[in-house]
């Protein structure tokens, strides 16, 4: 590992640790970890959209036009509209005449919900649906497996689960007898669904602190890794300013939570 | 104050404390814990290695640098065992910060594939995985919806050129390429609402086989599709990808991190069990009074 390598890892490391401060409290280290995420994603994502948008799909297309007769004598002058549309949300900017930047977002709009409405009901609602109501196999029911089987067991859950889910949320009558009764029966199916998405998440959480640990094992493992031909007492000393930096903070921390309590 | 209560108002950070504590202890033993695979995660496996040689695997890296944890895992042991059973690849990214991504992995993937490996019993000899013969990275393009819509009609509409400017017709490997007819299967690897639109606009127009790779959170809102045959495989957060990294013998960053995961689950039992005791005895407690 070289030292501008070095420097880059540790900047990473160094990140890490100010990200997860903000779990003590708000800081300046965390707030300079925030930004620095906030502001290169942003960047990166500019550039990204230049050299993978705009090149490509639009100026390649123009290239063989010339730009003072407005690329319109290229082979593939359609390509002009779009460009002349996403111009025209730059109106936003001014007062007079942002309302002309309803023109690209209308045809926008009208675009994505005419492709949208028709395969978001065949795929996500009516697809749905049918597999609500995929006929019961009894003979696979008694069967090994029938636990999980989509064709056995499970599938009668689903299909009670669902009709009792929606009677828990029809509130246009009492939820009393029979219907309260299914309309609990409702309620103890969501419960379990979102018990469900929390175990996942709880693992997803610490998925993401278990990826930092092994980050933070192997940026040490790499930076202080002796027999690196690049090493020098330089990793060292960056490594040692990073560390005075945080303890410098927390004793200031300290000392301010005992003035605090004291008071 | 009696213990019910100090429960109650334990300060989180002593959770939080507790919680780094156990996941970098249990991180600094070393210790296998054994990781049973779902038919899920089994049937995608499955469908990849029985694909045959210059077959076409689509992967979509729709994830930023805050899912990596979990689907970086996934996109290696995926995308390795495509290498190794000599599939070609074809990688988007349509996530705003998945090409850096998409890069990162095909980098180490290529340093990983180019040395001799034995995996389930089975020996792969190294080789050097070249671009545009063993995979075509297309890049980024905004509006996932349109880019799933365009790419079913052909790949050159949303990508005229590779991420790298190179025109699609001038790759060898897409050749006679031209649309999700000519892939064997897409796995979309995503954080995200794209996956709402590989099922509605990809796999739901033009009927692909697709199986997905999500992160935890996303998990268990996604199990329909696979009971409605939408998706034939789903692999849901790092257990997900530990999962595949145990079928294709390939073990990574995901297994490594079963351990951490099955203690820290654990103690997080343990605390929610504590704020349930303490929360009931000190209602009790209240009622009492009250009385």
Excluded at chain 1, 17 to 42: M, R, W
Excluded at chain 2, 244 to 270: C, F, S, T, W
Aim: with cysteine.
């Amino acid at each position: 590992m070289e030292f501008s390598t070095f420097l880059w890892t540790t900047l990473g490391a160094f990140l890490t640790l100010a990200t997860f401060s903000f779990l003590y409290k708000d800081n300046p280290f965390y707030k300079i970890a925030e930004h620095l995420v906030v502001g290169v994603s942003a960047g990166y994502f500019v550039i990204i959209l230049w050299h993978n948008g705009l090149v490509p799909n639009l100026f390649e297309r123009l290239a063989d036009g010339d730009w003072y007769l407005l690329w319109l004598n290229s082979s593939k002058p359609w390509y002009l509209v779009p460009a002349l549309l996403g111009a025209l949300m730059w109106t936003r900017f001014s007062q007079n005449y942002s309302w002309v930047s309803r023109w690209p977002l209308g045809m926008y709009i009208g675009i994505a919900t005419g492709v949208a409405i028709p395969l978001e009901m065949a795929n996500r609602v009516n697809r749905q649906l049918y597999a609500t109501m995929i006929a019961i196999k009894w003979d696979n029911f008694w069967g090994m497996g029938f636990l999980d089987s989509a064709a056995g067991f499970s599938q009668i859950i689903i299909f009670a689960g669902v009709i009792a889910g929606l009677f828990y949320f029809f509130f246009s009558k009492a939820h009393t007898g029979i219907f309260g009764g299914i309309a609990r029966f409702g309620i103890w199916i969501l419960m379990i669904g979102f018990g469900a998405s929390f175990g996942f998440t709880v693992m997803a959480r610490v998925s993401l602190f278990i990826n930092r640990i092994q980050d933070l094992r192997d940026w040490g493992a790499a930076s202080f890794n002796t027999s690196n031909p690049h090493y020098s007492g330089w990793f060292f000393i960056v490594f040692l300013l990073l560390v005075f930096s945080l303890a410098a903070y927390a004793v200031v921390e300290v000392a301010r939570f005992t003035k605090r309590r004291a008071a | 104050m009696n213990i019910f209560e100090r429960m109650m108002s334990l300060d989180r950070r002593w959770v939080f404390l507790f919680v780094a504590l156990v996941c970098v202890a249990t991180y600094i033993v070393p210790f296998e814990i054994p990781v049973r695979v779902d038919d899920e995660v089994r049937s995608i496996f499955e469908f990849i290695d029985t694909l045959r040689p210059g077959q076409i695997v689509f992967v979509a890296i729709d994830y930023d640098p805050n899912a990596l944890a979990e689907l970086h895992p996934m996109t290696y042991a995926i995308m390795e065992h495509c290498f190794r059973k000599n599939l070609k690849v074809i990688v988007t990214a349509l996530s705003q910060n998945g090409p850096g991504m998409a890069e990162q992995a095909i980098r180490d993937i290529a340093d990983s594939v180019r040395l001799d490996r034995e995996y389930g019993g089975v020996k792969y000899t190294g080789r050097e995985i070249v671009r545009g013969e063993d995979y075509t990275f297309l890049g980024y393009k905004p509006y996932y919806a349109l880019v799933i819509l365009g790419m079913g009609q052909d790949f050159r509409i949303p990508f005229p050129t590779d991420y790298y400017g190179v025109t699609l017709d001038s790759i060898p490997m897409m050749r006679g390429v031209h649309n999700y007819a000519q892939v064997a299967v897409v796995v979309d690897l995503s954080a995200g609402n794209i996956t709402d639109a590989w099922i509605a606009y990809g796999q739901g127009r033009f009927g692909f086989p697709l199986a997905l790779g999500l992160t935890g959170v996303m998990g268990a809102d996604y199990y329909p599709y696979l009971n409605s045959g939408q998706v034939f495989g789903i692999m849901a957060g790092l257990y997900g990808a530990a999962q595949y990294e145990q079928l294709a013998d390939n073990p990574g960053r995901a297994k490594d991190g079963m351990r951490v995961q099955v203690y820290a689950h654990l103690v997080i039992i343990l605390f929610i069990i504590m704020g349930n005791v303490g929360y009931f005895m000190s209602r009790r407690k209240r009622a009492g009074a009250a009385r």
